[in-house]
């Protein structure tokens, strides 16, 4: 199965002609309150797809905690390991103006015990999976824990960038950044990065380090996949993008499930490409994601 450690957020998005200054109150035009979080994002979308997943996170004793619940819920997750522990559940407080650009508030709340200790006590079940997911919405030393846990695949989508130790980055296999978080994890590295170092480079320049495979997203432009059996591009499926909030989530939980089925990495991520894509036709991240019976939108060329 699939075992994804990290973040469970509600989303408070409010839609508005234009941000407020500070001091001041606007009228929005209208908005949502939506589960999210990049862990529970990214354990939906796999479960949605038919994975076994289990979450291993926290939520807090407030009313929000059973609306980041909701999908988790719904989707059949193994809600066993989150924990519910004091004080508020992770919350994100969005404004989007009408050019669509976001201004974001994170509160990590419960996530912030996601810690060593927490991660610890799902040992067992991070040992059983076939895949373990995190990324970097909870605190770094509960990613580092999981390299020395997991005997199957590590999938690490380090975003937010954490300051990690060299084990947690090199043991990700894969890595999945976008360019600007490929960037980070580079000088994290101490490698050398070119001004311009272009999408190929990027790879290259990630795999040199010795992380054994990694795949770079590029938004609408697909993703690089780069492991022993060479680098890959992957195109994206052409479609009318209404929402792209949460298609790498998508595309993350959907590249699980092929890899804990044993595909190819790189046949798992033209799946995922396939599930990223629709994700963005659909608004929000949770509520976006497709299920089995879904026809998902053909690759490009
Ligand atoms: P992130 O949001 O984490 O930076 P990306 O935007 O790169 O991630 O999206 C991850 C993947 O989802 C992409 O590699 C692509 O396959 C798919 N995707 C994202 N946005 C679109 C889009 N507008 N059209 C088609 N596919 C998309």
């Keep these: 199965g699939i075992v994804v450690v990290g973040s469970i957020n509600v989303d408070l998005s409010a839609h508005v002609l234009r941000h407020p200054l500070p001091g001041e109150t606007v009228h929005g035009t209208g908005g949502h309150m939506l589960p999210g979080g990049k862990g529970a994002n990214q354990a939906v979308a796999a479960a949605r797809l038919g994975g076994s997943v289990t979450m291993v996170g926290a939520v807090g004793t407030d009313a929000s905690a059973d609306i980041a619940l909701s999908c988790l819920r719904e989707s059949g997750v193994d809600?066993?390991?989150?924990?519910?522990?004091?004080?508020?559940?992770?919350?994100?407080?969005?404004?989007?103006?009408?050019?669509?650009?976001?201004?974001?508030?994170?509160?990590?709340?419960?996530?912030?015990?996601?810690?060593?200790?927490?991660?610890?006590?799902?040992?067992?079940?991070?040992?059983?999976?076939?895949?373990?997911?995190?990324?970097?919405?909870?605190?770094a030393e509960g990613v580092e824990t999981l390299p020395g846990l997991a005997t199957g695949r590590f999938l690490h989508n380090p975003a937010p960038v954490l300051d990690l130790d060299r084990e947690a980055l090199l043991a990700s296999d894969p890595l999945v950044v976008n360019e600007h978080e490929a960037a980070l994890v580079l000088e994290q590295l101490d490698s050398r990065l070119p001004a311009a170092a272009d999408p190929e480079e990027l790879v290259a320049l990630l795999r040199a380090t010795g992380i054994p495979s990694v795949v770079l997203t590029l938004g609408a432009k697909g993703s690089l996949v780069s492991d022993d059996d060479g680098t890959h591009k992957v195109p994206a499926a052409p479609v009318h993008a209404v929402d792209t909030t949460g298609a790498g989530d998508g595309f993350i939980g959907a590249l699980a499930v092929g890899l804990a089925r044993g595909e190819r990495l790189c046949d798992a991520a033209c799946t995922a490409s396939r599930v990223g894509a629709f994700a963005a036709t659909g608004i929000g991240a949770q509520p976006s994601y497709p299920s089995v019976t879904d026809n998902l939108p053909q690759l490009g060329g």
């Design 79 to 139: 809600l066993t390991h989150v924990a519910r522990v004091d004080g508020p559940t992770g919350l994100a407080v969005v404004t989007v103006d009408q050019q669509g650009e976001n201004s974001i508030v994170v509160i990590s709340g419960a996530n912030s015990t996601v810690d060593a200790h927490r991660v610890n006590d799902a040992a067992e079940v991070i040992r059983g999976a076939a895949v373990v997911v995190c990324q970097g919405e909870i605190p």
